[in-house]
């Protein structure tokens, strides 16, 4: 079964939700907001679902882990200064084997944002 990386045309974003240099979906391509202007026309736009494809694209290493209870699998940003940025194989932002959000990411524009917001670093491709 082929699994798009694309949201459905139904998905309304709101400017309230983008900065520059978040990637979306505009006319069917996925394009990074250029100028703070873009952003007002957030309803135009498309989110795009987070998939491992986008997760590895960021630069993220994949970890899989064998416990008693299963396979569980990660997904590993090492930053510069030796920390890590962590999410589990749902898109679960963790800390150590916390989870350290009530929700998961569903789309590249929110972990873009979570990334900024805890690191003070844009997460852009090949990050």
């Known amino acids: ?12 974003m709101e400017a309230s939700e983008l900065r520059i240099g978040n990637y979306t979906m505009d006319h069917g391509h996925p394009e990074q907001i250029p100028y703070g202007s873009d952003i007002d026309s957030a309803g135009l736009m498309e989110p795009i679902l987070l998939t491992e494809e986008w997760i590895i694209k960021f630069g993220f290493e994949r970890f899989e882990f064998e416990y008693e209870e299963g396979l ?56």
């Open 72 to 127: 569980e699998t990660t997904y590993v940003l090492e930053k510069s200064n030796g920390h890590q940025f962590v999410l589990s194989d749902s898109f679960q932002p963790m800390d150590g084997e916390i989870a350290m959000l009530d929700y998961k990411l569903q789309y590249v524009h929110q972990i873009q944002n979570l990334y900024f917001a805890l690191t003070a670093t844009e997460l852009t491709i090949g990050s």
């Open 1 to 12: 079964m082929f699994i798009s990386s694309f949201a459905r045309k139904e998905q309304i």
